[in-house]
């Protein structure tokens, strides 16, 4: 069965530093893999998404995620990190022979400290 | 930008009443989505609605839940008897393709509290 795996349920970072959230997948098939992320009151932004090709990919707010196929992972990563960078990211796989249907990860609660 | 708004930000409804949560999905998105997180829980898919029907569920949805999209905008998940365990924030989302590549933009989430 497909499965996303968040092993981390809460990261705390001192802004400025760098940031790696851990994101390992199992699933049969090539993933279609995303990246999400919840502010406060806020919906679900997409950060980046990895469907094939450079197995590093950009995202928005200066977010890369690297897909290693050899480790099943798919984690996302910031060089330096702001204030406002607080918040929860999910990691989703999407589910090939469906209509869409994501699978998520736990998620990981960020707070970011001055 | 376009975006996902989804109405009441928070529901508090009482054991067996029926609830309807709303959305409003991006203006030219035809592919719709519920999804659900339970407190503590993975966020979890409930159902996917295209060319008013739903095009697929989840063993979660069963016959106590129903989507409509009773107009050209609303999309709306209604619970028909909710039990303690309905108890969840819900969120809607759209696409404008079909498929595992479909871009999902999700809405703010109702957080329904059944007591």
């Known amino acids: 069965a497909q499965s996303v795996t968040q092993p981390d349920i809460h990261i705390t970072v001192s802004e400025g530093a760098s940031l790696e959230l851990r994101c390992n997948y199992s699933?049969?098939?090539?993933?279609?893999l995303f990246w999400y992320v919840q502010s406060p009151g806020q919906g679900l932004q997409l950060l980046l998404k990895y469907f094939s090709g450079d197995t590093l990919v950009q995202g928005i707010k200066g977010f890369e995620a690297e897909f290693k196929r050899s480790q099943s992972s798919f984690n996302l990563r910031k060089p330096s990190v702001h204030w406002s960078d607080a918040a929860e990211y999910f990691c989703?796989?999407?589910?090939?022979?469906?209509?869409?249907?994501?699978?998520f990860g736990a998620g990981t609660q960020v707070v970011v400290t001055p | 930008e376009p975006e996902v708004t989804q109405t009441p930000s928070h529901q508090v409804t009482q054991m067996g009443q029926e609830v309807i949560l709303r959305c409003v999905p991006i203006s030219n998105h035809l592919y719709f989505y519920w999804y659900r997180q339970i407190l503590g829980q993975k966020v979890e898919f409930l159902v996917s609605f295209y060319n008013n029907e739903i095009s697929e569920k989840s063993e979660i949805f069963d016959d106590q839940f129903s989507v409509e999209r009773p107009d050209g905008s609303n999309f709306t998940l209604k619970i028909r008897s909710t039990k303690l365990e309905d108890s969840a924030m819900y969120f809607c989302a759209s696409g404008s393709g079909p498929g595992a590549k479909n871009i999902q933009y999700f809405g703010a989430g109702t957080r329904l509290s059944v007591l």
């Open positions: 989703a796989v999407a589910i090939t022979d469906s209509w869409g249907k994501l699978q």
């Open positions: 699933y049969g098939a090539t993933p279609y």
